[in-house]
């Protein structure tokens, strides 16, 4: 396998071990440029995604033990050579797998809002993507929410309404043009964020 791709069924592997407790350190390591710590034939088969296992047996006309044993030899080396970007990845779907159905509806709806305003704004495709981005008035603003969604907003930000335009006007641009890395707003990445987010509030601070 190239360095520089993943096999789907390994990714879901990868990411698993960057994810769990007993592993988020370890793959650290591997990614770092010292020692790769050493994985557990015990680690692999816990973070195995169901059927895994089984499956690369079968290909392999080998026993899953015998997988298991491969993959913890060969895993801290293999992510050692693996691209950072590809890193990355790994650590963000690892994020978004933990995301709870509360962030997960609060991204979907965000989303969905986004998409809807875009479309009553013009200038809106110059937000996604690569390129500058067109300006917002604060009157496309109010045009495009209405005044009873500026004061809900005003209401849950203890903001007057002057200001919560002005901020809207200020900030969509640069809000889409974030969440559209690939020239559409990306739901995933919006997870991630949110993920992110999670992660910093709840991380324990050290004295």
Do not use: C, Y
Not at 5 to 12: A, E, F, K, N, S
Not at 36 to 61: F, H, K, Q, R, Y
Not at 123 to 144: F, K
Request: charged fraction near 20%; proline fraction near 7%.
């Amino acid at each position: 396998m190239n360095e520089n791709t993943v096999d789907p069924v390994l990714g879901q592997l990868l990411t698993a071990l960057a994810a769990a407790p007993a592993t988020a350190g370890k793959f650290d390591s591997w990614v770092g440029g010292g020692p790769n710590e050493p994985l557990t034939v015990d680690e692999v088969i816990a973070a195995a995604p169901a059927g895994m296992l089984s499956t690369l047996a079968e290909l392999a006309e080998v026993g899953e033990a015998e997988v298991a044993v491969s993959l913890a030899e060969e895993i801290p080396a293999l992510v050692d050579a693996i691209p950072a970007e590809t890193i990355e990845a790994f650590r963000a779907a690892a994020l978004i797998a933990h995301i709870t159905p509360e962030e997960e509806a609060a991204a979907e709806q965000i989303v969905a809002e986004v998409r809807a305003l875009a479309e009553a704004l013009p200038q809106s495709g110059s937000w996604l993507g690569s390129g500058p981005n067109e300006p917002l008035t604060e009157e496309q603003v109010v045009a495009a929410l209405g005044e009873e969604k500026i004061a809900e907003a005003a209401a849950a930000r203890g903001l007057e309404r002057a200001g919560v335009v002005a901020e809207l006007a200020r900030t969509l641009p640069v809000f889409m043009d974030v969440l559209s890395p690939l020239g559409w707003v990306d739901v995933d990445l919006l997870r991630f964020v949110l993920a992110q987010d999670a992660v910093n509030v709840t991380a324990p601070t050290s004295a």
